[in-house]
C-alpha cells in the first residue's frame, strides 16, 4: 500500500465537562479516496473532521500526516452554506483567497474557475439572497476548492436540501472527484448518501465515539446511471444499515 495521506493511530478525545467524544479510533486515508463517515448524531463524526482539520487537538493518540498541511490544503464545507448576504457569488468564493491577499484579477479567475466547476457559470455576480439552497450549498463548496486543497473535509453538506437537489449534488460531487482527484472525507448519518457516495464508509457507534465497522463499497464511481433504484445499491444499503444498527446494541 502507498503511503496514507493521513493516519490517526489511538486517537481519543476528551472536553472539559467530561464528555469522551472519541476513544481508540485507528484511521489511516489515502490520497484521492472519497472516504464516508457515517453514524448517530453524538457518535463524534465532527469531533473527527474537526481534528483532521487541525481545529482542536487529540487528548491522545497521534495524527500524522505524510506531509503536514498547510492553511489553504484543507476546505472545509458546514451544514450551512454560511455565506456573506451582502458579497455576490463570486465575492463569497473569493474569500479565503482574500484572506491570503492574492491579487484581485487572480482571484476573481480562480473564483471563476471555481464556480464553474461546481456548475454556477454564469451566477458571478448573484447574491446568495437569490440562489436556491442548493445552488448555495454549491458557492460553499466552490468557495472550499478555490485554493486547490488536498482534502475537503465535508460535515453534512447536503442534510438541509431536498432530495432531489442532494441527489443532484451528490452525483455532480462525484464527478468533481473524479476530475481533481482530492481527497474527501465526507461526514453524514445517511446510510443512503454514504453508500452512494464513497469507496470506503467508517461505521461509528456512540458513548465514546468509536469506529464499530469498516464497509468497502465495490462500484464503480462515479456511480452508473440507474446505480440509485438497483438491487445492488439495495443491498450495499442494507449492509450498512445493519453495521450502524449493530455498533447501538
Ligand atoms: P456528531 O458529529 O457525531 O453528532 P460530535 O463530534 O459533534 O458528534 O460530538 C460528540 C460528543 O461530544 C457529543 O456527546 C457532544 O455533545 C460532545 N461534544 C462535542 N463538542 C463538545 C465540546 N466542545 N464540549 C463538550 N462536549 C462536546
Known amino acids: 500500500m502507498t503511503t496514507p495521506l493521513v493516519t490517526l493511530a489511538g486517537i481519543s478525545k476528551h472536553f472539559a465537562n467530561g464528555t469522551q467524544a472519541l476513544a481508540a479510533v485507528d484511521l489511516s486515508i489515502a490520497a484521492g479516496e472519497f472516504l464516508a463517515i ?19 487537538q487529540p487528548s491522545s493518540g497521534t495524527l500524522r500526516w505524510a506531509t503536514p498541511p498547510g492553511p489553504r490544503d484543507i476546505g472545509f464545507v458546514f451544514q450551512e452554506a454560511t455565506l456573506l448576504p451582502w458579497a455576490d457569488a463570486l465575492a463569497n468564493t473569493a474569500l479565503p483567497l482574500r484572506l491570503a491577499d492574492t491579487p484581485q484579477r487572480e482571484r476573481e479567475a480562480r473564483a471563476a474557475a471555481a464556480l464553474a466547476a461546481v456548475g454556477l457559470a454564469g451566477f458571478e455576480r448573484a447574491l446568495p439572497r437569490e440562489l436556491s439552497g442548493g445552488m448555495r450549498m454549491r458557492v460553499s463548496i466552490a468557495r472550499a476548492l478555490v485554493t486547490n486543497p488536498k482534502v475537503l473535509l465535508m460535515d453534512e453538506p447536503f442534510a438541509a436540501l431536498d432530495e432531489l437537489t442532494r441527489h443532484k449534488l451528490n452525483d455532480d460531487l462525484l464527478a468533481l472527484h473524479a476530475r481533481t482527484g482530492v481527497t474527501v472525507v465526507f461526514v453524514t448519518h445517511s446510510v443512503s448518501e454514504s453508500v452512494y457516495l464513497a469507496s470506503r464508509v467508517i461505521v461509528m457507534a456512540p458513548r465514546p465515539g468509536r469506529i464499530a465497522r469498516e464497509l468497502h463499497i465495490a462500484a464503480p464511481s462515479p456511480r452508473p446511471d440507474g446505480f440509485r433504484t438497483s438491487v445492488g445499491y439495495a443491498e450495499l444499503c442494507r449492509d450498512a444499515s445493519l453495521a450502524l444498527a449493530e455498533g447501538l446494541t
Open 38 to 56: 457515517l453514524g448517530p448524531s453524538g457518535c463524534g463524526k465532527s469531533t473527527l473532521l474537526r481534528l483532521l482539520a487541525g481545529l482542536a
